[in-house]
């Protein structure tokens, strides 16, 4: 399985980004991130169908995860952005534990790209 992950970079608080992450097949699909010093922790994840989406609490009505599934790229939109939304995002896939993902697990997982908000 091959995740392309993209669209990080620097940006102001209160701005947004959009990141995106094309994968070589069909898989519930989320993101993850992991600031300096700290654990990855689980941001967001959405089933193939599109059908149910997961979010963290604390990017809840801020981060918006969708999919193009004739494009087998997910996106992840981030709005409202804060400093402490600064990490390496990754983009990760399962095949069938979807309900996992908020707990930090995947069956497959693609390079970071970084995100810094400054303040």
């Known amino acids: 399985v091959q995740l392309q992950a993209s669209g990080g970079g620097l940006v102001q608080a209160g701005g947004s980004l959009r990141l995106s992450c094309a994968a070589s097949g069909r898989y519930d699909m989320g993101w993850f991130r992991q600031a300096p010093g700290k654990d990855r922790e689980f941001v967001a994840a959405?089933?193939?169908?599109?059908?149910?989406?997961d979010y963290a609490d604390s990017v809840k009505g801020r981060f918006f995860i969708v999919r193009d599934n004739a494009e087998n790229t997910v996106y992840l939109q981030m709005n409202s952005l804060k400093p402490e939304d600064t990490a390496v995002y990754y983009c990760a896939a399962t095949s069938s534990n979807f309900a996992t993902m908020n707990r930090g697990q995947a069956d497959y997982w693609g390079q970071g790209t970084l995100v810094t908000v400054s303040s």
């Open positions: 959405i089933k193939w169908s599109g059908g149910r989406a």
